[in-house]
């Protein structure tokens, strides 16, 4: 994790300039209309801040975090509240948030920090909280580009979820890149729910 939040770190202006503008709000909808109006989310490795930002104009409370300390930086610019640093692996709150959006980010962690993470998610989450979150769409584990990535398949984050209690799969869906010249990539779409009761 420590070479990818430097890739973060050394990168943040060319990746937060690369991202900021995208139109996503397709996703973002999808996500919101699991949630009551006003409800809180956690925006779970806030990058450049497009979503919280996002969020924030329709009106939800918005708390975001970030491991990058140039991102966060960046993130506060562009949204105007207070980010979070934050290595993923030491996030641990109870009961707190309606949804948690992980946009790209947690894909960055091993299979066993992951379910960690996600387990410290679910405790996060109100009951029939629910997490968004994505993932490059194969089966590679390890280094790329400077990063760590952890892909999936529909079937292979199935058989992993599985694995974890009180997590179940709302939905699993495959979207092509949005990025300009991206569009032979495919990501891996989910929403989670809790089932704690």
């Not at 397709?26 to 925006?43: H, W």
């Not at 562009?78 to 109870?94: A, C, H, L, R, S």
């Amino acid at each position: 994790m420590n070479e990818t939040l430097d890739y973060y770190d050394k990168n943040a202006e060319v990746f937060a300039n690369g991202t900021a503008d995208i139109e996503f709000s397709e996703m973002q909808d999808m996500f919101l209309a699991e949630l009551k109006e006003g409800a809180s989310i956690l925006d779970f490795g806030c990058g450049s801040g497009r979503d919280s930002r996002y969020f924030l104009q329709k009106g939800y409370r918005v708390t975001a975090l970030d491991g990058s300390a140039e991102l966060c930086r960046i993130a506060e610019e562009k949204t105007g509240i207070p980010v979070i640093k934050m290595d993923f692996n030491d996030f641990d709150e109870q009961d707190q948030y309606d949804g948690i959006w992980a946009c790209s980010s947690i894909l960055h962690l091993s299979k066993q920090e992951l379910k960690n993470v996600l387990i410290h998610m679910e405790k996060a989450l109100h009951n029939d909280g629910i997490i968004y979150t994505s993932f490059k769409y194969g089966d590679f584990s390890g280094m790329r580009n400077g990063r760590y990535f952890t892909d999936f398949t529909e079937d292979t984050f199935k058989v992993f979820v599985a694995e974890i209690e009180r997590i179940v799969i709302e939905r699993l869906w495959i979207t092509d890149d949005v990025r300009p010249g991206r569009q032979d990539e495919k990501w891996l779409n989910t929403i989670l729910k809790t089932t704690r009761r």
